[in-house]
């Protein structure tokens, strides 16, 4: 139940009484970063503060980017949303590419903005004060972010918020999980709300179900047909049960499994059906493929299934509505609940051990699929720098029981989790969308979700300055949440390379190595973390002092500071710039 303020001068102001509601319904932190339209829950802090009263823990970010890049991974973690407080127009814009983030990556969020205040006399509390409640009234607020959020709504009635509150938080939980975006006029916040409180049994998030029996009965009539069967799947490990029970149904069956892209472990990594994380693997060879909870199974122009193969998809989200043109075929497409939909095809799926006369063929073409794809060593350099394979080798020696991995690396997807074949749901998380500067920022989340975890951040040195690290390592020496940062510094952005030569292979750019990517020279990108919080920073270029690097570091972690170790890797382009 809320706890009620004695203070008979102070009445509940919508402000507060959000944040009373907000903390009666689940809602564990609020990461906040103010402005002048925020007066009304400033009073509230600091009243709720005086008066022990319950609010959500408050975190404050210096950067937008931080405070919903952290929601997003503690809600990753926990599946619970959290609350975002910004600025106005410039605030929500400076959300940026986060909010296409937890869009992308179907998590649920709570982003409130003011706006500015309207009256202008100065009668009512929260009037206009400053120049800039002028320059900041924009009239299309809701519009900035709006084709990315599930809910946006304007908080006109102060005696409202209770409601309006919980069903944002419905909206938001209601899979596929979103953000919601929630405004509010500053006389608004300031004006009191007497409301009836509501009971939270009756705005329950709308509840998903498996499939009907007949095509459970049919999908694994369809397996057992199969001699080369294939499962292709992101984010199944949102719900961390379901990867276990993937595992049995693939050990009952026979059936190969693809992660593409994974936002999470969908799958054990060092299961015999596991054929790797390359997108488009043996989708030209299966005659089953099974997309299983994944945005992109494979590149349309690169590869296609086979003639007569039997397409299905099963998905929280089948048709991706929030997205533009989007197609894989499928002659059966269902929205279910990926975990209940794995129960009822273990119920009826035949024991490990049935007579099965195809099972045979299809072990083996996973065997013989397993060594075909297996990642070949690169060599070591003979300079004694660090090759990308290298780095990946130190790093899967740093993992352990407690190890959570925030990936944001794109050039080393592949051999990364090659190496580390990560086995434990919840051990390993990356971003659902493509807006850089996600990792650092949502390790604070993972960590406050997680305070027993050891969280290791796996990052580009593009992806390291997306971030506002000035920002994210303030925020997490503040608040209790170090981690361990590793810099794969390939002295520039690789991805715009890589695009360049998939449509211009034997183009100018390449025969002149000429991409203009290649930013950051010279920068002592791990001084930056040091300066904002004192986080330990580490240069190496040597492989020689790579791995005592890296265990030094992660002892300074273990203490409870954060560090932050530059590893530098071969230059993605000689060019200089300047």
């Known amino acids: 139940m809320t706890t009620e303020t004695k203070d008979p001068i102070a009445p509940a102001t919508a402000a507060r009484r959000l944040l009373e509601e907000a903390a009666r319904l689940g809602v564990d932190c609020i990461f906040s970063n103010l402005g002048s339209d925020h007066p009304a829950f400033i009073e509230a802090f600091a009243h709720i503060d005086e008066h022990g009263g319950k609010m959500p823990r408050i975190i404050v970010c210096p950067h937008e980017m931080t405070a919903l890049s952290a929601a997003h991974g503690y809600a990753m973690k926990t599946r619970r949303p959290q609350m975002v407080l910004v600025h106005v127009d410039v605030g929500t814009q400076n959300l940026g590419c986060s909010i296409h983030n937890a869009a992308r990556g179907r998590v649920p969020a709570i982003i409130v903005a003011g706006l500015s205040p309207v009256s202008v006399s100065g009668d009512r509390v929260g009037a206009r004060t400053e120049f800039i409640h002028y320059t900041q009234d924009s009239t299309r607020q809701h519009e900035i972010g709006g084709q990315y959020m599930k809910w946006s709504y304007e908080v006109r009635a102060a005696e409202m918020i209770d409601q309006v509150l919980m069903r944002a938080i419905q909206l938001a939980c209601t899979v596929p999980e979103g953000p919601v975006y929630l405004t509010g006029a500053r006389e608004v916040w300031d004006e009191p709300a007497v409301s009836r409180e509501q009971p939270a049994l009756h705005w329950q998030p709308a509840q998903t179900a498996g499939l009907a029996p007949a095509a459970a009965s049919e999908l694994i009539a369809a397996f057992a047909a199969a001699r080369k069967p294939l499962v292709i799947t992101s984010y199944l490990g949102r719900q961390p049960e379901a990867v276990a029970k993937l595992g049995a149904l693939s050990d009952r069956l026979g059936f190969a499994v693809c992660e593409v892209n994974p936002q999470y472990v969908n799958f054990p990594g060092d299961h015999p059906h596991h054929i790797g994380y390359r997108r488009n693997t043996l989708v030209d060879e299966a005659d089953l493929i099974l997309m299983l909870d994944v945005d ?132 390993y998380y990356a971003n659902g969308g493509s807006g850089l500067g996600w990792s650092i920022n949502a390790a604070i989340g993972l960590k406050l979700a997680q305070p027993d975890a050891e969280v290791i951040t796996v990052v580009g040195d593009g992806s390291y300055v997306f971030g506002v690290p000035s920002s994210t390592y303030w925020v997490a020496e503040t608040y209790g949440a170090p981690q361990l940062t590793l810099i794969l510094n390939n002295g520039g952005w690789n991805a715009p390379k890589v695009s360049t030569l998939l449509v211009h292979p034997e183009g100018t750019a390449r025969r002149n190595d000429k991409y203009w990517t290649t930013v950051g020279a010279r920068a002592r990108l791990a001084d930056v973390a040091a300066a904002a919080s004192g986080a330990a920073s580490f240069r190496v270029s040597e492989f020689a002092q790579l791995q005592a690097t890296l265990e030094e570091a992660l002892a300074i972690v273990r203490s409870g500071r954060s560090a932050v170790v530059d590893v530098v890797l071969p230059g993605t382009s000689a060019q200089v710039l300047g």
Not at 308 to 326: I, Q
Not at 337 to 357: K, M, R, Y
Not at 366 to 383: E, G, Q
């Open 296 to 427: 992109v199974p494979w590149i349309v122009s690169k590869v296609q299934p086979k003639a007569g193969a039997r397409l299905f998809h099963l998905d929280c989200d089948p048709l991706k509505p929030d997205m533009g043109f989007w197609h894989f075929p499928a002659e059966r497409s269902w929205q279910a609940d990926s975990l209940a939909a794995l129960d009822q095809l273990l119920e009826i799926a035949p024991a490990a051990g049935a007579q099965d006369t195809l099972r045979a063929a299809r072990l083996e073409w996973i065997l013989a699929s397993r060594r075909k794809l297996a990642l070949p060593d690169t060599p070591a350099p003979s300079d004694g720098s660090i090759s990308m394979q290298q780095a990946c080798e130190a790093i899967g020696a740093l993992v352990n029981d407690k190890t959570v991995i925030a990936f944001e690396e794109p050039a080393a997807t592949e051999r990364l989790l090659h190496t580390l074949r990560m086995r434990r749901a919840g051990s």
